[in-house]
């Protein structure tokens, strides 16, 4: 059975930095494309970025140049390092794994930027 577990978030100022990691399992985690959205309530879940088994990004654009998604193969785990928050980051964030064409998800962690 699939799990993904969230960690890292919280409550920072706007400009501060968080990094939110998901630990894996049920999965070959090195063949499947992983990934984090968001999403605020009455608002559709957002793509935030993802990560190929292949390493190749990519990234919502209103998150490029400030989010790195990077994972660790050898520790089942995808990371999104968030630097130069803005308030409008905030939201539940969510990892996902890609798994022959369905999607599992997290529980959600929550971020929240302070102005």
């Known amino acids: 059975q699939v799990q993904l577990v969230e960690s890292g978030g919280g409550l920072v100022q706007a400009g501060g930095s968080l990094r939110l990691s998901c630990a894996a399992s049920g999965i070959i985690f090195s063949s499947d494309t992983m990934g984090w959205y968001r999403q605020v309530p009455g608002k559709q879940r957002e793509l935030v970025a993802t990560?190929?088994?292949?390493?190749?990004?990519n990234y919502a654009d209103s998150v490029k140049g400030r989010f790195t998604i990077s994972r660790v193969n050898a520790k089942n785990t995808v990371y999104l390092q968030m630097n130069s928050l803005k308030p409008e980051d905030t939201a539940v964030y969510f990892c996902n794994a890609q798994v022959r064409g369905i999607y599992y998800w997290g529980q959600g962690t929550q971020v929240t930027v302070s102005s």
């Open positions: 990560i190929a088994n292949s390493a190749t990004t």
